[in-house]
């Protein structure tokens, strides 16, 4: 049985930085892809970022600011998802997914493996 780990949530300064961790366990297959998806308080959850097995990376939503960075951890075997420069936008709730495919697409339909989600709050 396939289960998705996350860790990392709680709260965060306003300003600072945000470190999401999310580890795949009981999965085994060689192509995958983990993305991070974010739902604040009344609002829809939407897509943030997303690693492939193979490395290719996908930034969403804010990425052309720069606050978003993906990484994966082979030894550790699993992604790590940092925020910087924390808004008061981010609070809310983030969620691990894994797509059993090699490809990023901001489309929850793609991912059939869900995390229960770690909620992020930011003090001002």
């Known amino acids: 049985q396939v289960q998705l780990v996350e860790s990392g949530g709680g709260l965060v300064q306003s300003g600072g930085s945000l470190t999401l961790s999310c580890a795949a366990v009981?999965?085994?297959?060689?192509?995958?892809?983990i993305a991070w998806f974010h739902q604040s308080p009344g609002k829809e959850r939407a897509g943030l970022s997303c690693?492939?097995?193979?490395?290719?990376?996908?930034l969403w939503g804010d990425a052309p600011e720069g606050r978003f960075a993906i990484a994966r951890d082979s030894a550790k075997a699993t992604v790590e998802f940092k925020v910087d420069r924390v808004r008061p936008s981010d609070p809310g709730t983030y969620y691990c997914?894994?797509?059993?495919?090699?490809?990023?697409?901001?489309?929850?339909?793609?991912?059939?493996?869900w995390g229960q989600g770690v909620q992020v709050t930011v003090s001002s």
């Open positions: 997914a894994l797509a059993t495919r090699r490809r990023c697409a901001p489309d929850e339909a793609q991912f059939q493996y």
């Open positions: 009981g999965f085994a297959q060689e192509n995958f892809a």
């Open positions: 690693i492939t097995s193979g490395g290719a990376r996908a």
